[in-house]
């Protein structure tokens, strides 16, 4: 049984990535003065691209779940503030993005995809 969070997380660094190829977040010539903090345990192109399916998957049947994951894995928005945002119970939102981990879990052991 595969670790869906680990698998996600990484998903979520490799979209990083591909989001931060279209702009620089550093303006030039101060890129370096300042230690890059985060560290990226990204996926292969190949299991990102299945994970990614499985997600587009779940923007077409729980469009809500999508958004929580992308704003948890992607962007890197704490549950306590998306339940702040969101005005409501942070068990709430743990719980959804919970189902939203299994829907994508399910999605990849029903491809048998070895990630």
């Given at each position: 049984?595969?670790?869906?969070q680990q698998v996600l997380e990484q998903?979520?660094?490799w979209s990083r990535q591909r989001l931060e190829m279209d702009y620089s977040p550093?303006?030039?010539g101060f890129k370096g003065l300042l230690p890059d903090t985060?560290?990226?345990a990204?996926?292969?192109d190949s299991d990102a691209l299945t994970v990614d399916s499985c997600v587009g998957r779940l923007k077409q049947k729980r469009p809500d779940e999508y958004e929580l994951l992308i704003?948890?894995?992607?962007k890197g928005v704490p549950k306590r503030q998306?339940?702040?945002r969101l005005r409501c119970d942070e068990k709430i939102i743990r719980i959804k993005i919970q189902m939203a981990e299994g829907f994508v879990e399910g999605c990849l052991a029903i491809m048998a995809v070895e990630l």
């Open positions: 049984m595969r670790d869906i998903w979520g660094a550093i303006a030039a985060r560290v990226d990204s996926c292969t704003a948890y894995y992607v998306l339940a702040k």
